[in-house]
């Protein structure tokens, strides 16, 4: 059985100060005593996020290259205890979030766990949660959110880690929590879906930026899907075809104006995503990245690990 000292949370942040400081706060409250919580600076212009994880008694790492994936991989790094939780850094941890993902891994069939993030308007509403494990490649792209996903530590790494061409940050801005859940089960795990434990998300975009949200989406949901028509062929095209028919659904469906404008974004970037993503060299599961983000380098920012007291 896993308990606290099993558990390092992972949370990457870049120039969001204020956020990842309510943030931290709402984990110090919600978690137990003797788990590691690690900031990863994914590349800030300041030293605003070192500061505010030495503010909170946290561990500091930080990455030059900014880029969601990359930051996590180096989590994944620098990472002491067997499993590993990534949250975001405009989420809210609730009570009983760690102990109802840890239990999940009891069963070492179980490769990750994943819980629900709901918007912090909508918690009264929000329907029951459920228990779910899942098996097979495309069951990944039901399997959660990368705001609130937790890993086996080793078998992520034996994998290859996130897909850093994938991901915030970067040209394909999205899909590579999907990605690495398809991964996960590609390799013989299961993932168990547990949306009874909750963060609640507290940053919703304005109008213009959540449009461009979905695209990020959808060109990382295309290029996912190029990926493992490549990787392997009836996968891969099953899994086109259900991006594409969902975001269709999803045009159809919305009755808000802006969800709706989102949600067209969304279905208009997954062909794109699938054809640039054919000129992304591979190897193995993982895109090749050819084209990473220039370092950024602020005078006074430390690069080194900085441990909790």
Request: hydrophobic share 45%.
């Amino acid at each position: 059985m896993y308990g606290p000292a099993d558990l390092t949370v992972i949370v990457c942040s870049r120039d969001r100060a204020p956020m990842l400081r309510e943030a931290l706060r709402s984990i110090a409250a919600a978690t137990p005593a003797g788990v590691e919580v690690l900031v990863v600076d994914s590349g800030s212009r300041t030293d605003e996020t070192r500061s505010v994880a030495r503010e909170a008694s946290v561990g500091y790492v930080r990455s030059d290259v900014p880029g969601l994936s990359i930051a996590r991989n180096l989590g994944l790094a620098h990472a002491e205890r067997p499993i590993v939780l990534f949250t975001d850094d405009d989420c809210v941890a609730v009570p009983g979030w760690v102990e109802g993902v840890l239990a999940h891994f009891a069963d070492e069939r179980v490769g990750a766990v994943t819980g629900r993030m709901l918007d912090h308007t909508l918690v009264a509403g929000a329907a029951p949660g459920r228990v779910e494990r899942l098996t097979g490649v495309l069951r990944g792209i039901d399997a959660g959110h990368g705001a609130f996903m937790s890993f086996r530590r080793e078998l992520m790494l034996r994998l290859g880690g996130f897909d850093e061409v994938l991901g915030a940050g970067r040209r394909f801005a999205g899909a590579e929590d999907l990605d690495a859940f398809c991964r996960v089960l590609a390799a013989g795990s299961a993932i168990v879906s547990d949306t009874t434990v909750t963060v609640h998300h507290i940053f919703t975009r304005e109008d213009g930026d959540h449009v461009a949200l979905y695209r990020g989406y959808g060109l990382g949901a295309g290029a996912m899907a190029n990926k493992w028509i490549r990787i392997r062929p009836l996968i891969g095209l099953a899994m086109a075809g259900l991006l594409v028919g969902r975001a269709a659904l999803g045009v159809l469906r919305w009755p808000e104006a802006r969800e709706r404008a989102a949600r067209r974004a969304l279905l208009t970037a997954i062909p794109q995503g699938i054809a640039a993503a054919a000129r992304v060299p591979r190897r193995g599961a993982l895109f090749v990245d050819a084209d990473r983000p220039a370092p950024v380098t602020p005078p006074g920012v430390w690069s080194t690990k900085e441990q909790q007291p």
